[in-house]
């Protein structure tokens, strides 16, 4: 590897401003040390430190002056100049031929950048270059030198790599901390740091570069941040493409790493982070500086523990963000959210490209990924989330921050678990977003509601327009979506597939609970449907979608179909229904069905004729799976009069009542009476069912502003990454 011993300016300009500056009596000393001044804008250079400028020829026409062998020693600020008159007019800017000592010809013309980059490689080998290979007590490396820590070599106690000093560990042991104070350079290829009682690598200079390329950071230990590796200086940089950094703790955030410089960047490639430990964040990795960045291209990030938040990641900076791109994050933990990865920063931002997220576990919420942060996101786009616990909610991922969101279009969560709700995802941040635009929620469990996703929180939304929710499991109400949201809530079916999800009590595919009063009055919580399918998913009320009286439910188009209720409502069960043979108008007020739905192959325990005059209700569309109207128990929940037992056009077979439950003085869920309520006549009037239905619904819940807004924001920080 090549480097430089002095900055451009003073290789491009050295030989004028040289010779021009001693015509009036300024020592070569004077003039590197005003340059500097000039250039850097230090208010003072030290100028300490020995190095030559050799054999410097200035070659005059006019008076035939030659200076040669200008050297000088920066440390006693002597110079060695031969006597001679010096005019201006004598130097000449395309002087040629000005030999040194090794050979190297250096021409003086026009500012042509080729040349000056030819220039420079010919003082790359100017490093002091030393090599350690005994025990030495502490080391300094300084400008200019290029140090090298070989096999046999220990450096016991700290380490310090000035301005412009570059240092490699290639084998041996540092028992100490290393500190690159200025913009200087440290590269590991192999060797050791540990066991010091402190932090391994302080990388706190401006624009200071740390490179890991094998070798191991081990059972190490910081009070504060990072108990390894502290990245803290302005656009400083830490690299990893092999090694590991195990077993090192930290008082506060990122038990293994902490990147908390403004515009700092830590970038791994390759090797391995675990078994480390922090009290409060990041159990390997902390990201709290300002527009700090973490970009992952390949490595292991194994078996780390945070007592707060990410036993992996923390991503809690300002507008930080946590770029996946390849690579592993397995079997972390945190006592609280995100065992895998947790991005708590306002405007924090995580997006997962490539690369798994499996096994992780959180004590809370967000086994695998939590979005606490206000404003936050998280972007999958490819990528796994997998096998992932919660104790709580949200076993794959949990949002929580107000105004956070996230967004699928790609990627699979699947085989993940929540001992509460939300197997796969759990939305419970006020104003949370999330959309669905491709990828796949598979195989998730959650004890209580919301197999693949439950949603919780005040005026949250919701939109798919494509992707699979298939074969999840609730313990209690929704196996693909559970929807329990406050105030305004909205959830608008674009496309996509809801398939073989169970649920042991209501909503085999989709459950909507919205009561914010004892009234039976809707409210602006909406579910619409344009078109997708909610197929073959199975519950005891509402196979395919169980909703509760305050849910307005209009489906413009889509398939409800081959959906299995143990009870009542193969297709649709809704707490607002009427079980009379003649319905008053209003009847199923919170339903508008549009005549493009396609209900089809539901069934349900029983099923019944329809009432005589299904046109007072806003149920248009026909039915393909018994009776020609949805209004017979196994497309939409309805009790009347029975089929003759003769009918052909009764199933032969179908679901039974179990025999523990009665017959004749059933109790539905939402109600004890299966009249309308009074209060009911007081209803707000549904949209028509025009082309501009669908539309006009999703205005009323905000389904559109909300999921839309999110949509732009979180795709407006992707594109300022990329």
Known sequence: MAFKKQP??????????????LLFGRTTTEVIIALAHDHIGYEEVDNTHSGYINDTLVDSEENDTVYNNVEEDLSENETSVDDGDIYPEDIERDAEGADTDDGDSVEAGDDDEDEEDEEDEDEDDEFEEIIISDEREGLIVEAGQLVRIVESGHVLGMVVINDGGILYLEGGAISGSVNLDGAGSFTMTGGRISGSGNRAVNVIGINAHFEMNGGVIENNSSSLNGGAVLVAGANANFIMTDGSISNNKSGLSGGAVSVAGVNANFIMSGGVIEGNMANIAGGAVSISGINAMFIMQGGAINGNMALQNGGGVDVIGVNAAFLMDAGLINSNESNRHGGGVSVTGGNALLILREGIITENRARQSGGGVAIPGFNASFIINSGLVQGNHANLTGGGVVVLGFNASFVMDGGLIDHNRALQNGGGIDVLGANAALAMSGGEINNNSAAQNGGAINMSGANVALAMESGIIENNFAGANGGGIAVSGAVTTGVAIEGGIIRNNTATQNGGGIYFLNRPSETNIPT????????????GNTATFGGGIYLDKGTIFSMLGGYIINNTATRDGGGI??????????????AYGNLNINFDAVFDGNTASESFLPPSNPEHTRILTTSSSIFNHPLNNFDINFRGVEPPIEDETTPETRPTIPETEPEQEETFPGTENPEIDDDDKDAPTLPSTGSNAFSMTLAGSGVSLISAGAILVVKNKKEQLI
């Open 8 to 21: 451009k300016f003073m290789q491009k300009y050295f030989l004028v401003l040289l010779v021009a500056l």
């Open 524 to 535: 602006a919580s909406q579910l619409a449907m344009s078109s997708g399918s909610i197929d």
């Open 573 to 586: 069960f809704t707490e607002r229904y009427d079980y009379t043979t003649s319905l008053p108008i209003g």
